[in-house]
């Protein structure tokens, strides 16, 4: 098969550990920078040009789609499906995905543990979003944060207040959510290929850090999940209609509680806590699914 990895720089972990996992399989492997694609549209004749080079024998895609290029990026991915390529990321789940109040109403409505949450209208009125939530301390969030940015954990009610006035006053979107005190800093990344959990690990910030992100500073263990663990994961998976994903969760009193769903996991802090192969699983995953005649 002729596999491009969506990827706007192969020297990253997981571009480049697709290429390699692809090529030991025999796949002709490429890489194709989706900000430098452009899409020509015309009746029933879906093009995609990378280069100067109209792309045609392509029988599957890896989209890996940072959020700065959404919006470009899936413009591409979705091209790709109308020439009927193989995505192992459909673009409308990239999209919804890459929208962190979207997907909490979708996982809500598939009858997931969310932390509770809530999303106002830059309200002038702070006190009651936050009282909604059980008061301080909790967490208010950036929707278009990423890698931990963005999350601020206010201590107290006149904090939270004046950290929400901030945000409001910005016009910057946030939502308030209940802080989940007893997950300890920690929070667990499931990895998910079709519809089979291929890893999880446990994340553990830094000392005195409630935000567990790698790029935080936090580690990473291996973890053997319990029975509702792994149900809510795929669950997640599946409402998000994503058929590789890396599900965040907290470990509470109540049970797991979903944070999001990324559509692009990265492989390697994956790879090195669980010591898979995870980027050869997703080979296998295009193999199973993608239309190709030897
Ligand atoms: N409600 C919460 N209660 C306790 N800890 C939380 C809560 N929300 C987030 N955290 C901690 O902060 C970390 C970062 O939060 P989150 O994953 O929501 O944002 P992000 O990592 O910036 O988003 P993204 O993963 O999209 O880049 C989580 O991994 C978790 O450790
Ligand atoms: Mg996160
Ligand atoms: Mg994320």
């Known amino acids: ?99 962190k109040l979207r997907s909490l109403q979708i996982l809500s409505r598939a009858g997931l543990g969310l932390p509770k949450t809530v999303f106002t209208n830059y309200s002038k009125d702070v006190s009651t979003p936050i009282n909604a939530v059980g008061g301080a301390p909790c967490v208010i969030k950036l929707l278009e944060g990423t890698q931990g940015l963005g999350v601020v954990l206010a201590e107290t009610q006149k904090a939270a207040e004046s950290v929400l006035e901030a945000f409001n006053g910005l ?3 946030v939502i308030v959510q209940e802080f989940i005190k007893e997950a300890g800093g920690a929070d667990i990344r499931v990895f998910i290929i ?10 553990q910030g830094k000392e005195g850090e409630f935000r567990s992100n790698l790029h935080r500073g936090g580690s990473a263990n291996i973890i053997e999940l319990s029975d509702a663990e792994e149900r809510a994961a795929l669950k997640a998976a599946k409402a998000m209609g994503l058929g590789v994903a890396g599900v965040d969760m907290l470990q509470s009193e109540r049970g ?6 990324n559509s692009s996991p990265g492989l390697e802090g994956i790879e090195a806590a669980t010591g898979k192969n995870i980027a050869g699983e997703i080979i296998k995953y295009i193999e199973r699914n993608a239309d190709y005649d030897d």
């Open 194 to 203: 079709g519809d089979r959990v291929i890893g999880a690990m446990k994340r």
């Open 171 to 173: 016009q910057a979107r």
């Open 256 to 261: 797991p509680l979903i944070l999001e769903v």
């Open 1 to 99: 098969m002729r596999i491009a990895v969506l990827s706007r720089n192969p020297k990253l972990y997981s571009t480049k550990r697709l290429i390699e996992a692809g090529e030991k399989k025999g796949h002709e492997m490429i890489v194709i920078d989706h900000s430098k694609c452009s899409i020509e549209i015309e009746k029933k004749k879906p093009k995609v040009y990378y280069k100067g080079e109209n792309i045609t024998d392509v029988h599957a895609i890896i989209p890996r789609i940072g959020a700065s290029v959404t919006f470009y990026g899936t413009a591409v991915v979705r091209q790709f499906e109308m020439m009927n390529v193989f995505s192992t990321t459909e673009s409308i789940a990239l999209v919804r995905s890459r929208d």
